[in-house]
């Protein structure tokens, strides 16, 4: 079975603006790939070319491999999507509204729902109109997770809930994607992404910078080293790839770039290692320094 989602060269233009340059993306069969970037990076306006909101200026966005412009309607039979600023219509209940977008989906499990409001805590005999940002972001996530969709689309999917019901959604991400099912999941919480994303695409400017991995993309970053030597590592800071170097007698503090990793190691297994404590990147550490080398490199094109 081929990708449940591909982008090819997708690129977007509002009059003069790029709003996108030549995307490309991919969801495989119970993956789930988180897309991030900063507002304005071009998030929004590609979920909204893949949900056929948006029609592209160019290039190719396929869903079970029909055409998210002229096949919209029927992809939307397969697919859930969650915003992350909710509107709901103010007299219909909370009950009421997740029965509606479950009939509009045209599958559903009444008994997984009622699990799911039990699990967010949601009181769903309450007017819409009297529920917090919070509340209304539960309901479009019991709407979506009580359906038999097979992509979900998730755009800030957490935005106002607290960390319980974060956990929460995690453990349905995990759920649905135990069941073979795809999730694309647009979030600014990067540990959120980085716990339940097999891959990650990173877009600055409408562009991908980056995608990969976790494992992949750590390569291209530096890894937090501690280190207790019986000589002092005195030439440590000759060391292409070593940064950040606090150096204290026989001790040291400092990052090294992956690709320097080895030669880093060899050099302090000659002076006899006591102590030794490696912290690997985060995606935090990784997506900001991905992002100023971008920012740089672009800097230098424009000069």
Not at 169 to 182: H, I
Request: charged share 25%; net charge negative.
């Amino acid at each position: 079975m081929g990708a449940i989602l591909t982008v090819r060269d997708l690129s977007k233009q509002f009059g003069h603006f790029s709003a996108l340059k030549k995307v490309n993306l991919e969801v495989e069969p119970g993956e789930v790939v988180g897309f991030i970037g900063p507002n304005g990076a071009g998030k929004s306006t590609t979920i909204r070319i893949l949900l056929g909101m948006l029609q592209a200026t160019s290039g190719d966005a396929r869903i079970f491999g029909r055409d998210v412009w002229s096949d919209a309607v029927e992809i939307h039979k397969r697919l859930a999507y969650v915003p992350g600023d909710v509107n709901l219509w103010p007299n219909l209940t909370g009950g009421e509204i997740i029965d509606l977008f479950m009939r509009l989906q045209g599958s559903g499990d009444r008994a997984q729902r009622d699990r799911l409001i039990a699990r967010f805590e949601l009181d769903p005999g309450k007017k819409s109109r009297t529920y917090s940002k919070g509340n209304r972001q539960k309901i479009a996530l019991v709407s979506a997770f009580a359906t038999d969709a097979e992509l979900f689309i998730l755009d800030e999917p957490t935005s106002g809930l607290d960390p319980l019901m974060e956990r929460v959604f995690q453990e349905c991400v995990e759920e649905v994607k135990a069941q073979g099912k795809s999730v694309l999941l647009s979030s600014h919480i990067l540990s959120e992404v980085e716990r339940l994303c097999d891959r990650v695409a990173i877009i600055r400017e409408g562009e991908i910078i980056e995608s990969g991995t976790l494992n992949e993309l750590r390569h291209l970053t530096r890894i937090l080293l501690r280190s207790e030597t019986v000589s002092p590592p005195e030439q440590l800071e000759t060391f292409p790839g070593v940064h950040d170097l606090e150096r204290s007698g026989s001790r040291a503090v400092f990052q090294v770039d992956s690709d320097q990793l080895g030669a880093v190691m060899n050099y302090l297994a000659g002076l006899g290692i006591l102590k030794l404590e490696s912290t690997p990147p985060t995606l935090e550490d990784l997506f900001m320094r991905r992002y100023e080398q971008s920012g740089a490199k672009r800097s230098e094109t424009e000069r």
